[in-house]
């Protein structure tokens, strides 16, 4: 069955420190991975996504994740994390044999300053 | 950024009612999703709809919910008979077709009250 873990419901860091936010999946076929971030009373906006190819996606706002095959992970990660990037963030996979979409947990980001 | 336009943005209704949530795709977008995401809880798949016909959908998704595309461009859906356990923000998706790597772009979501 496909899925998707966030383990940690909540991650803090200091404003210019580097940040993770962890993602696990699991899929039958081959995994299409996307990050989006929630701001409150907003929509879920698209981060970045991992189809093929290079195992380290940039994205947008200054974000990275790195896919790990072995791992069956794909943690989104931010070299220097702003203030403005607390917000909740979500990992998504998708099962390249079907078409539905599966969401981790959610990992609510919060950056003191 | 392309979007997806939904309405009602926030919407109370009595238990009971009918709600008809209103999604406007983005123009070249062939794939069309419900979400749903009760407050403080993760975002819950519902159905996915592609050439007219629901080709998904969840345990979630029963009589009480139905979707169309009544005029080639609004994608909606219709929940009969609200319950209090309804209350949520649904969210529209749509990608583009046939790509199976293509991303799905979220609306800002209807916020739907029953009381």
């Known amino acids: 069955a496909q899925s998707v873990a966030q383990p940690e419901d909540q991650v803090n860091v200091a404003e210019g420190n580097p940040l993770t936010v962890k993602c696990t999946y699991s899929v039958s076929g081959n995994p299409y991975l996307f990050w989006y971030v929630q701001y409150p009373n907003r929509g879920l906006q698209f981060l970045l996504k991992?189809?093929?190819?290079?195992?380290l996606v940039k994205g947008s706002y200054g974000f990275e994740a790195e896919f790990n095959k072995s791992q069956t992970s794909f943690h989104l990660k931010k070299p220097s994390a702003l203030v403005s990037d607390s917000a909740l963030y979500f990992c998504?996979?998708?099962?390249?044999?079907?078409?539905?979409?599966?969401f981790g947990s959610g990992t609510k980001l919060n950056v003191k300053p | 950024e392309p979007e997806v336009t939904q309405t009602p943005s926030h919407q109370v209704t009595q238990m009971g009612q009918e709600v008809i949530l209103r999604c406007v795709p983005i123009?070249?977008?062939?794939?069309f999703y419900w979400y749903r995401q009760i407050l403080g809880q993760k975002v819950e798949f519902l159905v996915s709809f592609y050439n007219n016909e629901i080709s998904e959908k969840s345990e979630i998704f029963d009589d009480q919910f139905s979707v169309e595309r009544p005029d080639g461009s609004n994608f909606t859906l219709k929940i009969r008979s609200t319950k209090l356990e309804d209350s949520a923000m649904y969210f529209c998706a749509t990608r583009e077709a046939p790509y199976s790597g293509n991303t799905i772009y979220f609306g800002e979501g209807s916020w739907l009250t029953v009381v």
């Open positions: 991992y189809i093929t190819g290079d195992n």
């Open positions: 998504a996979v998708r099962d390249g044999n079907f078409n539905k979409f599966y």
């Open positions: 123009s070249n977008h062939l794939y």
